[in-house]
């Protein structure tokens, strides 16, 4: 499977099944549907190719007519320029000698081993706690409902969270590192539960032949130098919330007095986000209908002094007033082309940020697991309540219908498990001819649910952005690459 496109000036061609990304010229850019269709057919000789593409691809064709003929190419040619006969060839074969090497039109060499994949025997290794039912702000698009995830108000006992790792540490096989967030509703309401545990865990630690990796997602109106001092010694990571430009996050973000929260949290972000050295953290922001400029906010958030950035889309009811639209997409995706613009300029000037959705590996990568299956939920992660129960993820608490088990039990429910272990790219059938599939992994279960009623469905409008993204990221990768040359 191949994908074309330009952006910022580059014209690039994806592979999808190699994982390889190849910026070309406009001749190779315009012969390659063509190239793809001949090669699927049989064709490995460059001379055949070149004729081919001389006859089958219009503007390859009038340019080298044109040329031939000692003429310009005119705007029909749709190419900068004469393309000689000779370009023509060059190109077929630069195209066959990718195509060859398995870097163009290369077979998927996942979907035949799906089945056994999606059998192989899977551990925990990841939990969210949520340690507080129960927050300081009133968020309008809180999925949580300001907390208590449409049920009661509660804090997380040291007896529930001590259950839940050892719950960790005896389904985790032979896994050595493990993971654990501190979430809510806000977790500083539950301080002192979160510190206990933590001491718990590293007490594990040793006799188990594990190790923990702690975070914590906050929306920072507790946090104070105490707070500040035990994340820095304790957590390998610390997600922020703001969503950007102070009338914007005071619009969303507010206290339940009403009042915004911008003024009392930015300092303390700007002091934490100092006091790691601007590593190992993310403010993190959502964007709604009441912002679709968010870029702006991106921007405002580096220009604080900010290097680790994600603003992401809001989900939510349809109906909600800040709810993205299917009109929103034309505006958002010119939003991301300017903010990978503007990033490329900042790093340029010496001013550079990173912006998490712009984060991609092309050497690498995520392994295989990753690629097919994205985050884990309902297997490999899962989301502890206050008192216990178990879910697929912190988006599916408070639905009964996926309610696994509980920290005292262990998981009851494995026909859910296994619904969630078969949920992968090619159980999607939108992601079978999706490019961007082996980068988001099929996307978000929850979000796929919520929109459509399926784990094995898809949020559309999220796709579309998805897709943005991952095009603005390879095209920064071209950039960067042309710097470094």
């Known amino acids: 499977m191949i994908h074309q496109f330009q952006n910022n000036g580059y014209s690039i061609v994806m592979d999808v099944n190699s994982g390889s990304v190849h910026v070309v010229d406009d001749v190779v850019y315009r012969a390659i549907p063509t190239a793809e269709r001949l090669w699927q057919a049989g064709v490995r000789d460059a001379q055949t190719l070149a004729k081919a593409l001389a006859a089958e691809v219009p503007e390859a064709g009038q340019a080298a007519e044109a040329a031939e003929a000692g003429q310009a190419a005119g705007p029909q040619a749709g190419l900068k320029g004469a393309v000689p006969t000779e370009e023509l060839l060059g190109a077929a074969e630069e195209i066959l000698e990718l195509a060859g090497a398995g870097a163009l039109f290369a077979e998927d060499i996942y979907e035949p081993y799906i089945d056994s994949f999606a059998d192989r025997p899977t551990v925990v290794k990841a939990l969210c706690l949520h340690i507080a039912h129960d927050c300081n702000l009133a968020c309008a698009y809180c999925f949580a409902g300001e907390g208590e995830y449409h049920g009661r108000r509660a804090l997380m006992s040291f007896e529930v969270g001590k259950k839940a790792l050892d719950f960790l540490v005896k389904n985790s096989g032979n896994r050595i590192n493990l993971e654990v967030d501190f979430f809510g509703g806000e977790p500083l309401m539950n301080w002192q539960v979160v510190k206990d545990l933590v001491a718990y865990g590293r007490s594990l630690e040793q006799p188990y032949h594990k190790k923990f990796r702690f975070t914590l997602t906050t929306n920072g109106v507790l946090l104070d130098d105490e707070v500040q001092e035990f994340v820095n010694r304790e957590m390998s990571n610390v997600v922020l919330s703001i969503d950007g430009r102070k009338e914007i996050h005071d619009r969303m973000r507010p206290f339940r007095g009403g009042q915004g929260s911008y003024d009392a949290i930015v300092p303390k972000f700007q002091k934490l986000a100092e006091s790691r050295n601007q590593t190992n953290y993310y403010v993190r922001g959502t964007f709604t209908h009441n912002n679709p400029d968010f870029s702006q906010d991106v921007l405002h958030l580096a220009d604080l002094g900010f290097k680790q950035i994600s603003v992401e889309p809001v989900v939510a009811d349809p109906k909600e007033p800040y709810a993205l639209r299917e009109e929103d997409l034309p505006k958002l995706k010119e939003e991301y ?118 784990i094995n469905g898809a949020y559309e409008l999220g796709c579309e952005l998805q897709k943005k993204r991952v095009e603005c990221a390879i095209m920064i990768k071209a950039a960067l690459a042309d710097e470094e040359e």
Request: charged share 25%; net charge positive.
């Open 337 to 454: 082309d300017r903010l990978a613009r503007e990033l490329l300029q900042r790093r340029k000037e010496g001013k550079g940020f990173n912006f998490f959705h712009f984060m991609i590996d092309l050497s690498g990568g995520p392994c295989v697991a990753k690629r097919l299956s994205g985050c884990g939920s309902g297997t490999e992660y899962l989301a502890v309540t206050p008192w216990g129960d178990l879910y697929p993820c912190h988006q599916f608490v408070g639905n009964e219908d996926f309610c696994l088990g509980n920290v005292n039990e262990g998981v009851l429910r494995q026909d859910i498990v296994s619904e969630f272990k078969k949920c992968n790219v090619y159980s999607r059938e939108k992601c079978r001819s999706c490019f961007a599939r082996f980068y988001c992994s099929g996307g978000c279960a929850a979000n796929a649910w919520n929109s459509s009623g399926d």
